[in-house]
């Protein structure tokens, strides 16, 4: 893989931190402000439906600008909305700059996943994409964890402060490392913003689209949820629960590597081995959250198994939507979203249930199984590519 792909995947990890570290800063950041801690979680929420609606937006803005230039811009606008935010009092403020970093953060995921695409081999996209999504795997093993002790030794702020520096060296990456236009992307051309979005009217589009959100949304729906889980059901001290999120990420981390090296070839050999044992993993975690060794195993295990699902699906978004060489990277990432978005959403709800802490275990294995069942007649879609030929 060319090194532009891991100074992209330096960036992503950035915004990957930002993105996740704000469940362990939430007290101390609605103490300081003086809003309830309620009030601090609609941040999280700003900030992905900011990524939702950023990913077409920002990718429809920034087409016709040369990739680098694109992909430096909106890195420099994410590290400014941190240091704003740092140094904030305003809660209304610091709403504002987690809508506008979400907003660059989805401009600069569409462009950067057309881009990693632009630099390998048209067959390659898979593992450009593992590439990729590991600058988010890593980060959930080690930014949020990162952020979260930082934020308790020196304050919430001192976090903001980390993310917009990890994004200085990443910007001075992009300027050296990536080509101003890649050898595969030609823009000039190509076919209209109009006819880039006709391809949403696509079936096939749209199927690999709706899967990758459900396993999406049934990864975070579990995956925000875990600290209760840990605490309660398996009634381990609070020091562990940074393990467990250590654990899935590593588990998150195993799996997009190895996925991305099946999924250009073997799309479906992925689906059909990984996503049976995602179905049976989340019960199966629901069932033995109260024995220690159980959780620390299928957490890993679980992170794997979403990763590698979730990777493949999106990978397919980029091949469906080939007709879309600009804007295909908006559309997996609006996928990514819509999934991360809906998933907590549907947990929450789960933790009103009988089931309690464990409700959403359970809602991501129903996630799952609703993913596999639409999958199910449709199988070839995912196994063959827009020409019709089998991917081997």
Known sequence: MPLPLYLLALAVFA??????MLAGLLPDLASDLGVSVGAAGTLTSAFAIGMIIGAPLM????RDWPGRAGLLG??????????????????PVLFATRVVAALANAGFLAVALTTAAALVAPDRKGRALAVLLSGTTVATVAGVPGGSVLGSLLGWRAAFWAVAALCLPAAVGILKGIPARPAQEDTAGG?????????????RLILVMLLGALVNAATFAS??????VVTGTAGL????????LVLFGAGSFAGV?????????????VVAVAGPLLLVGWPALAVLAGEPVALLGLVFVQGALSFALGSTLITRVLYEAAGAPTMAGSYATAALN??????PLVAAAALGTAAGDLGPLWASGLLVAVALLVAFPFRAVIARDRSGEVLR
Do not use: I, K, N
């Open 257 to 269: 590597t190895v996925a991305g090296r099946l999924s250009d070839r073997r799309p479906d050999l």
């Open 59 to 62: 990718a429809g803005l920034a």
């Open 191 to 203: 076919p209209a913003l109009r006819a880039e979005l006709a391809q949403l009217a696509g079936p």
């Open 338 to 343: 819509v999934g991360a978005a809906a998933g």
């Open 237 to 244: 001290g609070e020091l562990w629960v940074p393990v467990v």
């Open 74 to 91: 909106f890195v420099l606008v994410f590290s400014a909305a941190h240091v704003v935010g740092a140094v904030t009092t305003s809660f």
């Open 15 to 20: 915004m990957g931190t930002s993105e996740f």
């Open 223 to 228: 995956f925000t949820f875990l600290a209760p």
